[in-house]
Every structure is written in C-alpha cells, then in structure tokens.
C-alpha cells in the first residue's frame, strides 16, 4: 500500500497489484465505501487477465485525507483520480466506476479525455433524479445515524447493505460483517460520508458533455437496484455514443459473487476494444 501526497496537501491512500509492465485497470469505489470493497477475489479475475490492477480511498474515506469544513464536488474527485493516474505513470488506464465511483468516472473522462481509455460504469447516473433518497437509510441527506463501537458500526454497515441487496442473488453477510469491522478499523467518519454525500446529490452531467466521450464504455445495472433507478444507465446509454449496456434481471446495487465472472469477462472484453483501437492506430502509423 502507498500514499500520494495530492497538490493540494491531502493523502490519498491506494494499492496497486501486478506487474508495472502490464495495462493500468483503475477501480473507483462509491458513496462511503473503503477500497476494500474492491474483493481480492474479485480482482483476481483482472490481474489474472494481465491488468496492473489499482483501487484506492477516496477523499473523507478510509485512510486517506478528510476535508472538514470543506464543501466539494465529484469533479474534485475526479481530480484526486486524475492525480493518481498521473503519478502512476500509466495514462491511460481501464477505469471501472461502481456508483458514485462511476460519477466520478464520468467526471473523469469529460475533464481528463487522455486518462481513460476505457469506462466500465456500474450502477451509476449521470443526475441525482435517479437516487432514491429514501432508500439510503444511514446516508440519506439530513439523516444522521451514527455507531458508538465496533458492532455498532458493523449493524448499520448491514442495514445499509441489505437495502442494495439483489433480488434473486446470494447475500453474503459474512464477508459484509467483516467489512463493516475493517472499515471501523480503518476510520470510521459519518462527518466526511456526509460531505461525499453532499457532492452526490449535487452531481449532474449533461448529455452534451458526456456524448464528447469516446473511449468504449460498458454500463451495467441491475433492475432490482433499490438506491439509484436502472433508467440511469438508460439514460447514459443514450448519451455516450457507441456505449453497451447490459441490464441484469434482479441485481440489485451489488456485485453479487456468482455474477463476477460474466461482469469481469464483459469489463476486459470492453478494455480489450480500446487496446484493440491503439494497436491498429499503431500499425497504421
């Protein structure tokens, strides 16, 4: 694990996994989730198809900076990511964006174009008109519910979960317990998820700017997902030309596990059309 100490003084805690030499896939996490939600077995099926594979903290999250009385908007999280791919040394990267992770990512590739050579947009939106405000629970706006200790902590982290459960998949509460207790370990701070949550509700892309993106870009959403409606990505799925869209019948706002290698094959198949593009570009010259 390392750290990137950004321009404007913050930290921004990441971890990189395999070889230098290998194509960069940057992996965004949500609305108050730590890296970590990023599951090692998960990105095996990354690293394993010959990706350098990179997740990391973002702002008010985790181990990296808090930004107290500070006010800001996912495009200054995307200027944090733009950061780190800069100091990477591996522009541009295969950038895969769950939720607010795929508002950033959006940010991203209509602010920095030569970051990205690829989108994967998980569950995400383009506008906060599609976020249920009322299925949030812990994170809704105004609504302040906040753990005392460890169980605590890992009760809410539950609760919160089981609203972006899917509908006819497998829920894995073990490995969610264990998350909830890793990530009171790490740093617990409902103070900065409210100020995540700030910038989320604030959130909006126009199509103009997103129909300027064109790298390949895949969407997928499930139709059970109770936090941000499947229209989202309807809607994404018109405004960014040549994009591909898979609506999954009954996920919910997770990544259930037996649907991991049909997401991860359709995510490297659409890497795969960008390095596609640079090698004839290449031969071509």
Not at 21 to 26: F, N
Not at 173 to 178: S, V
Not at 253 to 273: F, G, Q
């Amino acid at each position: 694990m390392a750290e990137l100490t950004k321009r404007d003084g913050g930290v921004l805690h990441y971890e990189v996994r395999g070889s230098a030499d290998s194509p960069t896939l940057l992996l965004i996490e949500g609305l108050s989730a730590h890296m970590l939600g990023w599951r090692e077995e998960f990105m095996r099926f990354f690293l394993d198809a010959g990706y350098r594979v990179v997740r990391f903290d973002n702002r008010d999250v985790g181990l990296s900076q808090r930004y107290p009385g500070r006010s800001y908007g996912l495009f200054d999280l995307a200027e944090d990511t733009h950061e780190l791919i800069e100091h990477l040394g591996s522009t541009p990267v295969h950038v895969v964006g769950q939720s607010m992770g795929g508002m950033v990512a959006q940010n991203l590739a209509v602010l920095f174009p030569d970051d990205v050579a690829s989108l994967a947009l998980l569950y995400t939106t383009a506008t906060s008109v599609h976020i249920d405000t009322g299925a949030r629970g812990p994170h809704s706006p105004g609504v302040e519910r906040r753990a005392a200790t460890r169980d605590e902590a890992i009760q809410l982290h539950i609760v919160q979960e089981r609203l972006c459960a899917s509908r006819t998949y497998s829920f894995d509460e073990e490995w969610k317990r264990e998350l909830g207790g890793l990530m009171w370990d790490r740093g617990y701070d409902p103070d900065g998820v409210a100020r995540q949550t700030q910038a989320v509700f604030a959130h909006s892309i126009e199509s103009s700017r997103l129909s300027s993106i064109g790298v390949p870009t895949l969407l997928i959403h499930g139709t059970a997902d109770r936090l941000i409606d499947y229209d989202a990505s309807v809607e994404l799925y018109a405004a960014i030309p040549g994009s591909e869209l898979w609506l999954v019948e009954g996920m919910g706002h997770d990544l259930p596990r037996e649907l991991w290698p049909s997401l991860t094959n359709l995510i490297v198949a659409n890497a795969a059309k960008a390095r596609t593009a640079v090698a004839a570009e290449e031969q071509s010259a």
